[in-house]
């Protein structure tokens, strides 16, 4: 390895799979407060930062790759490098994301669920292991009934925060995490809880016009919403 490969994989390592990690903790404390946007935002940050530390570190080109989870996604499996092995919960989570968790501003309508913790755990758990050079972690697998396998990242941002115990992310990070943490769990307790929100623009898409006259929405934004204002 060239000292630039290796100063490429620092950059993987620290602007996408660290700050992934954190993005990931972030989404979880935003997800016990049932702060729905901000759930989704974290999530998705977290979860776009994984795939592109998984690009970079495989050296799958990938520079038209914006906030498109699943155009990510396909790029990985299309590659002939490797191929992610998902659950289909994450694939789901990922294809929500894709469709809800981009929007920071309340452009579209959203929903969660208490439940959506476990889902983001579970998906940060299969995507995590691939952001790295360790192909051994691939081979981890999740089996229903068993705990899930405790997969250490020597260097990760999330293994100094469990192995830290004064570290003040390591509460929100091991709170009810079936997937990481100094434990194997097989059950976890969440509370239960359901928001869905209409948008501003969904309500009352006939301002559309005039909100673009001050305000930047995203090309398939304006497109949805001068489609629903013809139904």
Request: aromatic share 12%.
């Given at each position: ?147 899930a396998p ?17 570290n003040q ?63």
């Open positions: 390895m060239t000292i630039d490969e290796a100063l490429m994989n620092d950059f993987a390592v620290r602007s996408f799979r660290d700050v992934a990690d954190a993005d990931y903790i972030v989404a979880r404390m935003a997800c016990r407060a049932a702060l729905v946007p901000q759930f989704l935002w974290a999530s998705q940050q977290a979860i776009e930062k994984y795939l592109k530390c998984i690009l970079l570190l495989n050296r799958i080109p990938a520079n038209d790759v914006l906030h498109e989870l699943g155009k990510a996604v396909r790029k990985i499996n299309e590659s002939g490098k490797l191929t992610l092995d998902l659950r289909v919960g994450t694939k789901n989570f990922i294809e929500m994301l894709d469709e809800i968790g981009q929007f920071r501003y309340f452009e579209v309508s959203n929903y969660a669920f208490g439940g959506d913790l476990v889902t983001l755990d579970r998906a940060v758990w299969d995507l995590r292991r691939y952001c790295t050079l360790d192909k051994e972690l691939y081979q981890e697998k999740l089996r229903n009934g068993f705990a405790r997969v250490r990242i020597q260097g990760g941002f999330l293994e100094k925060v469990i192995d830290d115990v004064s992310a390591r509460r929100p990070l091991l709170w009810q995490n079936a997937f990481f943490g100094t434990r194997a769990r097989k059950t976890v307790r969440l509370r239960k809880w359901f928001q869905a929100q209409n948008a501003p623009l969904y309500l009352n898409p006939q301002i559309l016009d005039e909100i673009l006259k001050y305000v930047y929405l995203p090309k398939r934004v304006k497109a949805g919403y001068r489609a629903h204002t013809k139904q």
